[in-house]
């Protein structure tokens, strides 16, 4: 222990050494450090599990008390998990990924110019537009399915991506809610200066709103690909043919109706979601920087 | 905040709010445009269903206020919105309270940030197929840790699932594991609050906790609000969790004994499972928007008490 | 001055619009127009003009089930080079997918539906009655079918849907735990009392063993298909023919005797697990890894026992009741759409899967109701399947034929019932007499 350094370093007589500003960092990284390990091994000890249960033979994955280390790891499960020519994997990820960015892309262009009429415009009727935005967001989707489903039946999108990307493009009311209240924390004055330099509305956005929204931007692109990795029901309604499958459908076909090959499934589930936290490993990243510009005084 | 504070805008309009009224249009317009093509229509089509008996295969039938009246006489009706309301009561305090929790923890941390921000965020990443049976394993009664940790303080573990009593906790505690995306508002929150305001506090001599209450919470309290808002509205329309989770247990929707008969799986099995029904959970599902509608008024006009306007202070 | 991020201070404008909102949704909840919908199906598939036509059909299918389908059409398509069948199965929310289709005019030409289903789709004309293609140029001999079976696709004498597939309720038995308690196996002679009997030899009072494993949804003691042969044992029912009754049915005292016997076999001998061993093991095969000696179930598991080397088991029909055998059926059947716009066509598959080759495909995976092609298996001389077949004999009409409002009220009603039973220790004769009285307040709307 650092006693005597930190005794010596008391700047007043009334600071004694537990209350210097060392040891308190100490303990405070101490006591951050020990919950964060603790808490992120509560959160994780179930994918440990799954990880195993991927590993053994079906009937083992329930014993007691468990086998911590799977022996034989059977590694065939992930190939078996993938074998099946009724499943290609490897197309429902690309078709994944192709609603993804054709859906976030809509969302962060279409949601960025919204949140930034209703943040920062004034105009007769934007506090009714702006209830009707939070409204949208509490009737129930389970009755708008069906008419929904006519609607898009009828416009010819069944069976099409379509249904799931274009009215992502039209903006999405929780985000633009999420996006609103932060527009509205950018100081006015950074704005003005760029009016002054002949700036129009969609520079301004691009030069000075964007750069500044990093984090909750990350937040917005996060979420929104969780949306679609985690549904299961829209694409199951709109797509009609295996080949246009998104990876979540893939994986409810391992819930048999008499029999699920629980370890396959578990197998299957940790490979999808691996590219998925390699990108939020990169998106989080976007945390780090961004809104330390925004300590400007006003 | 400008708007609150400007008059409403005179008769005679500048030129500034003329041109305002025009880029805000402009800027908006592709909400307007979508909400009238996708949303507005399915949403006038579901109100006109909630005054008829339709079971979807033929043309609906005009019955009046008949499923509204019906609702207030359907004990099924008082038993969902007691499941949803308990729910709800619990499970926003503690998923919001476990978010705030971690994205501080997180905001603290120097080192290593990337991999627990990871860690805590997986359970959002999961595909919910998974997360049942993870779940189904996590509170077995028998070989489930829960249960195993309860024994070793000599307590009699629940059987979580399949006990009325207790289904509802499990459910609750499996909000407060999938807490990723209210966590991720809080950080981004934390991260928008800016270091002057710190900075200016340990000049003063303030230690952890004190600015903890004086700067950080105050300065979140918007975030919180923007989650709470959001949280109250997703809450009463709890859907999925007991979904995923009777589907992998090929259970009853909304067992055992209704424990987990949330409003929305009363909704979705009337609509889907019932027998020309539709009309009738239809009604319900305006119902249920008349209460969040409420609800998130309330919220709203209370909101002044407790979040922290830095403008309002300053005048 | 900084800004945080904050809820605007217009939230009180905004608040109070949405306060407007709630005025304008509950006046408008008062008085919406009284529009007339014209509704209905606008337009199936294309009409074929030349060239090849094409039908769809959908089924709720996965994994290794798909398989039927794919090699029946596959068959199909290479003696029919004119036709395009093309194929839709979802793992999940097959209903709602149909219902969303069927409501938007885009319908599949053949889907399937389970026997709960049946009448709701034919009372709201869905489907397409089959009589005149029955007795049509491309006709079909109703007698290649199991009549007990073939009568699941009829209502009042019409028929609307062909076998898919379908099983009753047979006991399988492990016959080395018979063996190891020296137990004599299971036979057709059986009656109840036998099966209590053996069941509490086989039952191990350190939990590691059950004599029995019951009729359940899969973990779920409140499944009424799995019981209703019990019920019907002891001259019990259910709901009356007309379907508008279920006081002096599902509360009769031969009902509530039937039942009694049902709970006392996990509640008071405590031979059979309940809700907590259930769950406890959730996830584990309960029959092969031994913790029981019998299974009353459907023919569902049978294939996957006979492919594990290291079970021996046996198969027989259930047990007599009071008043003799009863059985019932897990059913699924194929019908034509009636919006659908290539009926001719879509008759002819359904024919090929239903009673023609491709029936044959679908005898591998499940049972088939064509006697031909059962006979073409051996099954009725088969070791393990010959108790299926005798039973059809045995099986009974299901509630779900009397009303289409069952499932919402009877079944409910009844599922209730047992929670309070199985889950609360409810008396049986209290529990069934409230579900009476719910299920017929609710029939009665």
Known sequence: MATTTLTRAQPRNRVRWWQSRRFGN??????????????????LFPFYWMILSALKPDYKIFLWPPEWLPHPALWSNFLAAFANPLLPFPLFFRNTMIIEIGMIAGRLISCVLISYGFARLEAPGKDTLFAILLATLMLPDAVTWIPRYILFSRMGWVDTYLPLIVPAWFGEAYAIFLMRQFFMSIPRELEEAAVLDGANTLQIIARIIVPLSR???????????????????????????????????????????????????????????????ILFFFAQRAFVEGIALTGIKG | MATAILPKPPARRSRKAR??????????????????????????????ISFTEWGMLKPPVWVGMA???????????????????????????????????????LNEATRGVGFF??????????????????????????????????????????????????????????????VGGQMLIFLAGLKGIPKALYEAAEIDGGGRWPRFWKITLPMLSSTLFFNFVMAVIGSFQ??????????????????????????????????????????????????????????????????????????EKEG | MYKQFRPSGSFHQISSRLFLLVVVALVAACAAPVAQQTGGAASGGQAAASGPTSIRISCWESGDALEPFKNSIDAFQKENTNIKVSLECIPQEYGTKLLAQLAAGSGPDIFQVGDGDVAKYVQQGAVQPLDDY?????????????????????????????????????????????????????????TWDDLAAAAQKLTKADGSQWGIQLPDSWGDLTWLRGALPIIYQNGGSVVSEDGK???????????????????????????????????????????????????????????????????????????????????????????????????DTAWKFLKYIAAGDGAKQFANYALTAVKSVADSQNLAKDEYNAPVIKVLDDVKPLPEFTTPLWADCGDKAYKAAMEEIFLKGTAVQTALDSAAKDADACLAK
């Not at chain 2, 006489?73 to 309270?97: A, E, R």
């Not at chain 2, 319900?284 to 922290?308: D, K, P």
């Not at chain 3, 008071?268 to 309960?286: C, E, H, R, S, T």
């Open chain 1, 26 to 43: 100490l303990v405070h990284d101490i006591v951050v450090y020990s919950l964060l390990v603790f808490l992120s091994l509560v959160f």
């Open chain 2, 67 to 105: 499923n509204y009246t019906r609702a207030f006489q359907d004990p099924d009706f008082y038993i969902s919105l007691k499941v949803t309301s308990f729910f709800t009561v619990f499970s926003i305090p503690v998923s919001l309270l476990t978010a705030l929790f971690l994205a501080i923890l």
């Open chain 3, 134 to 190: 029955i007795n049509g140029k491309d006709g079909l001999d109703m007698n290649v079918f199991y009549p007990n079976v073939a009568k699941f696709g009829q209502v009042a004498g019409k028929t609307y849907f062909l076998t898919k597939d379908y099983s009753p309720l047979i006991l399988f038995y492990n016959k080395k735990l018979f063996d190891d308690a020296k137990v004599e196996y299971p036979n057709e002679n059986w």
């Open chain 3, 245 to 343: 009754t279920t006081t002096g049915h599902m509360n009769s005292p031969e009902t509530v005797q039937a039942i009694q016997w049902y709970a006392d076999l996990v509640l008071k001998d405590k031979v059979a697990p309940n809700k907590a061993d259930i769950d406890a093991l959730q996830g584990v095969d309960l029959f092969q890894t031994g913790k029981v000696a019998m299974l009353w179930t459907g023919r569902w598991p049978m294939k996957d026992f006979q492919s594990n080397k290291d079970l021996k088991f046996g198969t027989t029909t259930l047990p007599a009741g009071p008043k003799g055998k009863a059985n019932a059926l897990c059913w699924a059947g194929f019908t034509i759409n009636s919006a659908s716009k290539n009926k």
């Open chain 2, 117 to 178: 921000r990871t860690a805590f965020y997986m359970p959002a990443i999961v595909a919910s197929v998974a997360a049942a049976v993870l779940w189904t394993w996590i509170l077995n009664p028998k070989y489930g840790p829960v249960n195993g940790l309860l024994r070793v303080f000599g307590l009699p573990g629940p059987n979580w699932f399949s006990d009325p009593k207790y289904v509802i906790w499990g459910f609750i505690m499996m909000s407060a594991w999938n």
């Open chain 1, 215 to 277: 984090p909750v931007l990350a937040v917005i692109v996060i979420l929104s690909f969780r949306d679609i990795w985690n549904d299961l029901r829209t694409p199951l309604l709109y797509l009609n043919e295996v080949t246009k499958y998104t990876v979540t459908v893939g994986l409810a076909y391992f819930n048999g109706q008499y029999d699920t090959k629980m370890n396959l499934l578990m197998a299957a589930s940790v490979v999808c979601m691996l590219p998925v936290v």
């Open chain 2, 19 to 48: 041109h305002d009224t025009i880029v805000f249009y402009l800027c908006v317009a592709p909400w307007v445009i979508g909400f009238i093509a996708f949303t507005l229509g399915p949403m006038l089509y579901s109100l006109y």
């Open chain 2, 238 to 311: 709890t859907f999925d969790i007991a979904y995923v989770i009777s589907t992998a247990r090929s259970g009853t929707l909304g067992g055992p004994a209704k424990a987990t008969l949330f409003y929305m799986i009363y909704i979705y099995s009337l609509a889907f499972k019932g027998f020309n029904s539709m009309g009738y959970a239809t009604a319900l599902a305006w119902i249920l928007f008349i209460i969040i509608l409420i609800l998130t008024l309330i919220v709203l006009r209370t909101s002044s008490l407790w979040v922290y306007y830095e403008s």
